[in-house]
Structure formats: structure tokens, C-alpha cells
């Protein structure tokens, strides 16, 4: 059954006692929606999150943060980036391609191209 919670985010999947634990999906009230696997009340294992303005992550994710490997597809400069990520940041070897047509392939740490 579907459950909305006090913020107005809704939620519907599987549950162990309280908490949202295995597969669902959850919608925000500013129309975000993560679908995947949870632990514990928090996105964890494989999902995906997509964010009204287009944007799309899909991967994995610890602790409710985008951590491990992932594809994030944006509206941005950066059109897509494909690698490891680590507490939401970029965070690993990746490859982003932009708007502009430029390719880059290499190291990232917290977020940013190192070289």
C-alpha cells in the first residue's frame, strides 16, 4: 500500500518493521522519484533517482549517497558521466562527455578532474 509521509513524500514497496527495506520507490514532493533497493529507510544497493528538471542518476548507492558505480545524465555542460562516485561527488576513474561534443577520460576526486 502506498504510504505518505508527513513531508508529503509518498512511498510504496517493501517494509521491514518501521523502515522501508528491499525494493521501492519513493516520490518527493518537489517530484523527484528514487526507485531501488533501500536498507534501513536509506537508498541502498542498486536505483535510480530522477529529479524533475531532467536530471537522472543510475547506480549504486550507501547510505542514502550516490556511491560505487553510476551513470548521471544532466542537462548541464555535462551532459553524461559515467564512473565511480563516493558520497555523492564523482570519485574514481570516469569519463564525461559534454554539450560541446569534448570527451574527458580520467581520474576524479571529490568531484573534480584531476588532470
Do not use: K
Not at 86 to 113: A, F, K, M
Amino acid at each position: 500500500p502506498l504510504h505518505v509521509f508527513p513531508s508529503g513524500a509518498s512511498y510504496v514497496g517493501e517494509w521491514r518493521s518501521r523502515e522501508r527495506h528491499g525494493l521501492g520507490r519513493q516520490r518527493w514532493p518537489d517530484g523527484s522519484v528514487y526507485a531501488g533497493e533501500w536498507l534501513r529507510s536509506e537508498a541502498q544497493g542498486y536505483g535510480e533517482l530522477a529529479s524533475p528538471d531532467g536530471n537522472l542518476y543510475i547506480g549504486q548507492w550507501l547510505h542514502g549517497l550516490t556511491s560505487g558505480l553510476g551513470v548521471y545524465y544532466s542537462d548541464g555542460d555535462t551532459a553524461i558521466f559515467r564512473g565511480r562516485w563516493l558520497n555523492d561527488l564523482q570519485d574514481g576513474p570516469g569519463q564525461e562527455i559534454c554539450t560541446n561534443g569534448s570527451v574527458y577520460v580520467g581520474q576524479h576526486v571529490q568531484g573534480r578532474r584531476q588532470g
